[in-house]
Nanobody
Framework: QVQLIESGGGLVQAGGSLRLSCAASGRTFSSYAMGWFRQAPGKEREFVATISRGGIRIVYVDYVKGRFTISRDNAKNTVYLQMNSLKPEDTAVYYC???????????????????WGQGTQVTVSS
């Protein structure tokens, strides 16, 4: 069992930055690929970024490339999402998720993830 707790959300003006953190319980964090997803009001949950368990493979959705950076610190059981140049359309609840996987494995599909956090609200004002 893995428990995930997100933090770092908040209200920011367009063009600003936030860093989300996701702290995981347990001693097997390094066995999981991690992903960030988001869900805006009235919309389906969508993929944002994923990182393999060793951090070697990273995938982003196109519209955050160059603005968001996913990283992880396996010694701290934490995955991060640095978000720069935020836009009002980035407003959503952001979720981190864990997927048991092989080295180098990632996934953009939410239904392939085993554990989810409770989410953290990000609101970008114009």
């Amino acid at each position: 069992q893995v428990q995930l707790i997100e933090s770092g959300g908040g209200l920011v003006q367009a063009g600003g930055s936030l860093r989300l953190s996701c702290a995981a319980s347990g001693r097997t964090f390094s066995s999981y690929a991690m992903g960030w997803f988001r869900q805006a009001p009235g919309k389906e949950r969508e993929f944002v970024a994923t990182i393999s368990r060793g951090g070697i493979r990273i995938v982003y959705v196109d519209y955050v490339k160059g603005r968001f950076t996913i990283s992880r610190d396996n010694a701290k059981n934490t995955v991060y999402l640095q978000m720069n140049s935020l836009k009002p359309e980035d407003t959503a609840v952001y979720y981190c998720a864990a997927k048991w996987g092989r080295a180098g494995e990632t996934s953009i599909r939410s239904n392939e993830y085993d554990y989810w956090g409770q989410g953290t609200q990000v609101t970008v004002s114009s």
